[in-house]
C-alpha cells in the first residue's frame, strides 16, 4: 500500500461535468516533460504507483496518472454509451487544460494506447513521446474476447488471498514470471475493499461495452492514426504471451515507424506490469534519451 505523501490527488470535472479524479507525483516545477499514464480498461491510477514512483524520483518528472470514468476514484456515468475512446480523450485534455499541461510524455496501457492514438488525430502537439504498453493498431479479436471472458462475471473474493488466487486462475498460464509480490501487487491495484469484501474498482455495466463483440471478425485497425505519430519517439513494450499485440502487427509497427524502439517482456502476457525487471530503467531511459535528442533538433 501506498503512503499518502507520495502522491496528491487531484480532481477536475469533464467537459460534460463528471468528476474525475488524477494522482499527481513528482516535482510541479520540474523543466523536464511531465509524464502522462494511461491505463486499460477497467484498471485505474493505481496500476502504474510503483512505475510513477521510479520515474519520479529518478528523474524528478511531474507523473499525472489518469483514473478514466467510471474508474477507481472518478464517477461513474449513467450513459454507458460515454465509456468510449474518443469520450475518454477528451476527458484527459481536459484534466491537462486544467493542470496548465500542453504536452507531456505519454505512457498507455492497453486501453491507453488506443486513446493516444486519438490524441494523436486530434491534438498532435500534445504528444512528446510515446510508450506502448501491449498495445498497437491492430487488436486480435481473440485476445480481446478473452479479456471479456474473464470480466464476465469479475470475480468477487473476499479476501486478498482468495482475489490472487483467481487471478492466478486467469492469468497464470499467461504470466509465469509473477512473483507471489507481483500478484498481491496486483490485486492491490484491481480491487477495493467494501463492507462485503473486496470489489473491482470500476463501473460493473463496463463489460457491457463489450457485449457485441464477435472473435470471428476482425475489428477495425487504427494504421492512419498510427502512421500519423510516425515524427514522435516512440517504445512498444509486448508481453511475449500476449493474445491482443501480435508479432506481426509489432514488426509492421517497426516498419512504419523505423525509428521505434520495442522490448519483448518473457514470461508476461496482456499486459506487462510496467514496474517489474528492468522495464522501469528503459522507460526512464528512453523518456531521457527522447527529450535529450529533442532538445538537438
Avoid at 465509456?83 to 507531456?104: F, P, Q
Wanted: glycine share 8%.
Amino acid at each position: 500500500m501506498p503512503n499518502d505523501h507520495d502522491f496528491s490527488d487531484f480532481f477536475y470535472a469533464a467537459p460534460d461535468g463528471l468528476e474525475l479524479h488524477a494522482r499527481i507525483y513528482g516535482e510541479a516545477n520540474s523543466a523536464l516533460w511531465p509524464v502522462v499514464c494511461l491505463p486499460g480498461l477497467t484498471r485505474n491510477c493505481r496500476d502504474f504507483h510503483e512505475l510513477a514512483l521510479h520515474l519520479s524520483m529518478r528523474t524528478k518528472r511531474k507523473i499525472v496518472v489518469f483514473d478514466y470514468r467510471g474508474r477507481g476514484q472518478s464517477a461513474y456515468d449513467p450513459d454507458i454509451s460515454h465509456y468510449n475512446v474518443g469520450v475518454e480523450a477528451s476527458d484527459i485534455l481536459a484534466g491537462l487544460a486544467t493542470l496548465g499541461i500542453d504536452n507531456a510524455a505519454f505512457i498507455g496501457t492497453s486501453r491507453g494506447g488506443l486513446i493516444i492514438h486519438m490524441l494523436g488525430a486530434i491534438r498532435p502537439a500534445a504528444l512528446k513521446a510515446i510508450v506502448f504498453n501491449d498495445i498497437g493498431p491492430v487488436i486480435e479479436s481473440t485476445g480481446l474476447a478473452h479479456i471479456r471472458s474473464y470480466l464476465d462475471p469479475s470475480p468477487q473474493p473476499k479476501t486478498c488471498t482468495e482475489a490472487v488466487s483467481a487471478q492466478r486462475r486467469a492469468h497464470g498460464d499467461d504470466f509465469p514470471a509473477l512473483t507471489e509480490t507481483d500478484w498481491q501487487r496486483m490485486v492491490w491495484a484491481l480491487y477495493r475493499e467494501t463492507a462485503a469484501g473486496l470489489m473491482p474498482d470500476f463501473d460493473p455495466k463496463l463489460v457491457d461495452t463489450l457485449a457485441g463483440l464477435d472473435p470471428a471478425k476482425p475489428l477495425p485497425d487504427l494504421w492512419p492514426q498510427f502512421e500519423a505519430l510516425a515524427a514522435i519517439p516512440m517504445l512498444a513494450i509486448r508481453g511475449a504471451n500476449s493474445k491482443l499485440l501480435s508479432i506481426e502487427t509489432l514488426e509492421q509497427m517497426r516498419k512504419r515507424h523505423p525509428g521505434m524502439e520495442a522490448i519483448t517482456v518473457e514470461g508476461q502476457g496482456h499486459a506487462p506490469f510496467l514496474e517489474t525487471g528492468s522495464l522501469s530503467g528503459s522507460i526512464a531511459a528512453f523518456l531521457d534519451r527522447a527529450e535529450r535528442q529533442s532538445k538537438l533538433k
